[in-house]
């Protein structure tokens, strides 16, 4: 965000606050809906969801208000959806969820390889850029960049398939 307008890197945290919101309805509520066989709540959230995000971008643009609006309106509408999506998910538990700190720290721990590993392929994707402008130009790297949108497509379609899946994987309690 160094060096950027202010507009972008307010940009940058709004957006980061509604990826994180998505994230968490994602992995909480959306998981034990699966889990359960309750997808029609999963349906209830997106369909409370769309409908604040779809008003919401047609009252910033008939405003003729800045793109960050944008950013609000799709953090507020995520947010809505967590709150929604966990308030119900807990009433299908068994035992109340409980926040343990050494099984946090433990997650953490195991997890930051890959943060790490997500980071380094982020800034190797932006040194390649860099390199490849000087050598053979924009155009190259235009083609560059959307052959790694096409791969980026591709492993979004195997996650896809891996998420279908987990329900049915997670509900064998010896797995």
């Not at 155009?139 to 949108?149: D, F, K, T």
Request: charged content about 10%; hydrophobic content about 55%.
């Amino acid at each position: 965000a160094q060096g950027q307008p202010r507009e972008v890197v307010i940009g940058l945290i709004l957006s980061t606050i509604s990826i994180v919101a998505t994230c968490a309805s994602s992995a909480g509520g959306t998981t034990i809906f699966q889990i359960k066989g309750r997808f029609g709540w999963t349906i209830v959230n997106a369909a409370v969801q769309a409908p604040i995000w779809i008003v919401s971008v047609l009252i910033i643009v008939a405003a003729h208000l800045s793109v960050l609006y944008v950013f609000v309106a799709l953090g507020f509408a995520s947010v809505v959806g967590t709150i929604i999506s966990l308030t119900t998910a807990r009433r299908l538990l068994d035992h109340p969820p409980d926040f343990d700190l050494s099984i946090a720290r433990l997650l953490l721990r195991q997890g930051a390889p890959l943060g790490v590993a997500a980071m380094l392929a982020a800034v190797y994707y932006k040194v390649d850029t860099v390199i490849l402008s000087s050598i053979a130009g924009s155009v190259a790297v235009g083609l560059y960049g959307a052959s790694y949108r096409f791969i980026d497509q591709v492993r979004q379609f195997a996650s896809f398939v891996g998420i279908a899946y987990h329900p049915i994987f997670s509900r064998e309690s010896q797995n």
